[in-house]
């Protein structure tokens, strides 16, 4: 037992000792509730790493008193999957309550193995519990994902933290022999990013580097060691929220070298090519926009031919479109403009539509005002006849700024010649 590391002896096996999640889990939420019924439909939980997907599935599971099977999209294949779901069928003689198939990394399972589940599924001879770090609405087959109710998992608070921290020092089988003073605490949740395993990771190589049973723990002595020991605690070596963010901003930066270093270290490190393409689509639409149209463009045929060629060549793809992305110009105008819409939206609740461009199917409606006085552009000069589109209590409000670059300043000419009171 004591050769397990420090996160797997500390793993939770109840619901009350169960850390973070309280909008899930908490007393009186809404998967707490579903659990204590006993009866629990298939579910996806969706969050980032070591927030406590994997453990919440085994509590599940343990508290249902269900049969659990673990499969690893990483590792696992469709054969995999069905020799599952044949001992799934043969428990099914034996009055067994059907068995919960556990499913880690579930965005990472192919079209095909993801239909070799949607049977077992829709049949109830499983029910599933998929993990992933990634949204689902992208990566999750349509007609299992509205077989799956999801449950998104948010990243643990420094209060959270700082109880696991608390726990694994006074209650570890191994830790509480040691006198272990944490003095301070800060670079332990900095190195760890909110993800609970890596937190137990980074404080089991600091004690174990330390000789003497009394550790005191303090933010340059947590650096230094893990500087010596960086793969030891992270996967890869890799730093994945500070390396995407690197790559994102380089890109944003306009600075191709650097962005292609850290597309480089991601592939490297061995992320997920897909995840990589989605956040140059996104990208495209956020930072480069209508200062290059076409960028969004290159972006989404990037995302598709990733999905369609994969590793190892689906590198030069993503490097030509970060490259691409790098050296274009730079607008976040779209960004601005629909963050500026939904704040005021908020603010302003359901403002009705004007009478004028309301759709009037019926006589009733015509006779009503509905579609009165619309004016058809096409049926003026230049495709263009002046009228408001705006509810009448926001009718001067403005979203849409173009921003100084040769595309967007196109569309500031035709924007002045067919609004030249507004702009």
């Not at 993990?131 to 299992?144: C, G, H, K, Q, R």
């Not at 209508?290 to 076409?294: C, T, V």
């Not at 009037?360 to 509905?370: E, F, I, Q, V």
């Given at each position: 037992?004591?050769?397990?590391p ?8 109840s ?7 309280d ?7 809404v ?14 939980l969706?969050?980032p790493p070591?927030?406590g ?6 509590i599940?599971?343990?508290?249902l008193?269900?049969p659990?099977y ?5 590792s ?7 020799e ?16 919960i ?6 965005h990472r399972?192919?079209k095909?193995q993801?239909?070799s589940?949607?049977g ?7 029910t599933?519990?998929g ?14 994902l509205?077989?799956?109710?999801v449950y ?10 700082l109880k ?8 570890d089988?191994?830790l509480?022999?040691k ?7 800060e670079?332990?949740l900095?190195?760890?990013?909110g ?11 600091v ?11 303090t933010?340059?002595?947590?650096t230094d060691?893990?500087q010596?020991?960086?793969?030891t605690?992270?996967k890869?070596?890799?730093?994945h929220?500070d390396?995407i ?16 270093y ?6 490297e490190?061995?992320e997920?090519p897909k995840?990589i ?5 996104i990208?495209?639409?956020?930072d480069?926009g ?5 960028a969004?463009l290159?972006?989404?045929s ?6 369609q060629?994969?590793p ?5 793809i993503l490097?030509?479109?970060?490259i ?5 110009p ?6 601005e403009?629909?963050?500026?819409a939904?704040?005021l939206?908020?603010?302003?609740g359901n403002?009705?539509v ?5 759709n ?11 579609g009165k ?5 096409h049926?003026y000069d230049g495709n263009?006849?002046e009228?408001?589109f ?6 001067k ?11 967007e300043l ?11 009171k507004?702009?």
């Open positions: 037992m004591s050769s397990q420090l996160a797997e002896r500390l793993r939770p096996k619901l009350d000792d169960y850390i973070g999640q909008h899930l889990v908490g007393k009186g939420a998967l707490r509730k579903m659990i204590e019924s006993g009866n629990i439909s298939s579910i996806i969706w969050g070591g927030v997907k994997t453990t919440l599935a085994k599940i599971a343990n508290t008193d269900r659990f673990i499969l690893s999209a990483i696992s294949g469709v054969k995999d999957v069905r599952v779901i044949d001992k799934a069928q043969k428990q099914q003689f034996f009055n067994r309550p059907n068995p198939l556990f499913i880690d990394e579930i399972f192919s095909a993801q239909d589940l949607l077992a599924v829709e049949q109830g001879l499983v599933l519990i993990a992933t770090t990634e949204n689902p609405s992208f990566e999750v087959i349509s007609p299992l509205s077989r799956c109710q998104v998992l948010k990243s643990l608070e420094k209060e959270d933290l696991i921290l608390e726990l694994a020092i006074n209650k089988s191994r509480k022999h006198e272990i003073v944490l003095e301070e605490y670079a332990l900095r190195f760890s990013g993800d609970a395993r890596k937190l137990l990771n980074v404080l089991e190589l004690v174990n580097a330390e000789e003497s049973d009394r550790i005191v723990i933010n340059d002595m947590v060691r893990l010596n020991n960086l793969a605690y992270d890869n070596g890799e730093m929220y390396i963010s690197a790559f994102i901003k380089s890109i944003r930066g306009s600075d191709p070298d650097a962005a292609v850290w597309l480089a270290r991601m592939i490190g061995g997920d995840f393409a989605r956040r140059l689509l990208l495209a639409a956020e480069v209508l200062a290059n149209p076409n969004l290159l972006a989404q990037t995302f598709d031919a990733v999905h060629i994969g190892p060549e689906s590198r030069i490097s030509e479109c970060t691409y992305l790098a050296t274009s730079k607008s976040n105008s779209a960004y403009a629909i963050g500026k939904q704040e939206v908020r603010r302003t403002l009705p004007p009478l004028h461009i309301r009037a199917p019926t006589k009733l409606m015509k006779d009503l005002g509905y006085d619309y004016k058809y552009a049926a263009f006849a009228q408001e705006l509810p009448k209590k926001i009718k409000e403005r979203f849409y700024t173009p921003q100084n670059n040769a595309s196109k569309i500031l000419e035709r924007l002045k010649a067919w609004w030249s507004r702009y």
